[in-house]
């Protein structure tokens, strides 16, 4: 694995799938699926990055501050703070999610494999043994807006649980593959942020998600909604594989 010298870090190790005759995915989506930071976590995280203009009066700055503050409110599941409640993960060959909601032994559910855990802790460190074992060199890692948040948010989430990272996290030089980055390629918008539903009605890629938005997930979390949260992070991570499999010219006639 190439670090940016160009030479083989000394910390990477392969995974145990390249020693263990287990068989590496070739490509793994994950989705994350997160809840509300607490409001003073929320501010903290502000005032950390938050900086006025030199060129603003002191009324200005208060006036700004709170207006940054509302917004940073209003998306208190996107802060680095904000506790991940559930990972939905998609191979080629497999189907399945592990949570934070309350411990279960896995179960099956809509053909995939259901776990559940007391806490983050130890949901990452089910997700980090998963990765070491399953994730080779050459395994693709996919999602939409992948990049900017799903990867992102793990490797803070495993740093701040004292967990080791993945070695597929650590790597600079993983394969990667964001349905979000990718959808330039396949409209004229050059700025394309885009939803999954919205990208997958651009390309005319049937999914099975349902009503939920998943800006309802802190709401369906503090309403204790378990199984509706499961269920929508299933129905996401199979329409990111949907997008993956159509945007690398996988599936088609």
């Not at 950390?48 to 501050?65: H, N």
């Not at 949570?99 to 995939?112: T, V, Y």
Request: aromatic share 8%.
């Amino acid at each position: 694995m190439p670090n940016d010298l160009g030479a083989q870090p000394r910390w990477w190790q392969p995974p145990p799938s390249c020693s263990a005759g287990i068989q590496a995915y070739q490509y793994l989506v994950l989705d994350v699926e997160t809840a509300d930071s607490r409001p003073e976590e929320v501010e903290s995280e502000l005032r950390r990055f938050w900086s006025p203009s030199a060129s603003w009066k002191s009324e200005t700055i208060g006036e700004r501050y709170k207006q940054a503050l509302t917004t940073k409110q209003e998306k208190a599941a996107l802060c680095d703070s904000s506790p991940i409640i559930s990972v939905g993960l998609k191979s080629e060959t497999e189907l399945r999610l592990v949570h934070a909601m309350g411990r279960h032994d896995p179960r099956p559910l809509g053909g995939g494999l259901i776990e559940g855990f007391d806490g983050v802790r130890p949901m990452l460190g089910a997700l980090r043994d998963l990765l070491d074992t399953r994730i080779g060199e050459t395994s693709t890692l996919v999602g939409h807006n992948f990049l900017k948040f799903d990867a992102p948010k793990l490797r803070h989430a495993f740093i701040e649980q004292g967990i080791r990272l993945p070695g597929c996290l650590a790597a600079k030089h993983q394969p990667t593959f964001d349905t979000m980055v990718e959808a330039r390629r396949f409209s004229l918008q050059a700025d394309l942020f885009i939803s999954v539903d919205d990208l997958a009605g651009l390309l005319n890629v049937g999914t099975h998600k349902g009503t939920i938005d998943g800006a309802a997930i802190p709401e369906l979390y503090a309403a204790h909604q378990v199984e509706a949260i499961i269920s929508y992070n299933l129905l996401d991570v199979l329409a990111e594989e949907a997008l993956f499999l159509r945007m690398t010219g996988a599936v088609g006639s």
